[in-house]
């Protein structure tokens, strides 16, 4: 059995496609998830300290 070059190419075509929509799907989730919404908030309030100094 070959494997035509069509059939190849739409077969990877519809995994990547499939591959980023499950990623995309995963990333949302995490960012929703409620444990890390203290990490989020944490992290967005550290660009507006008020110190002007190095971070150490």
Not at 19 to 30: G, K, N, P, Q
Request: contains cysteine.
């Amino acid at each position: 059995m070959t494997i035509e070059h069509d059939v190849l190419v739409g077969f990877s075509k519809s995994f990547g496609l499939f591959y980023l929509i499950a990623l995309s799907i995963a990333v949302v989730i995490y960012a929703c998830w409620p444990s890390n919404k203290q990490r989020f908030d944490r992290a967005a309030q550290s660009i507006l300290d008020d110190r002007d100094t190095p971070w150490r």
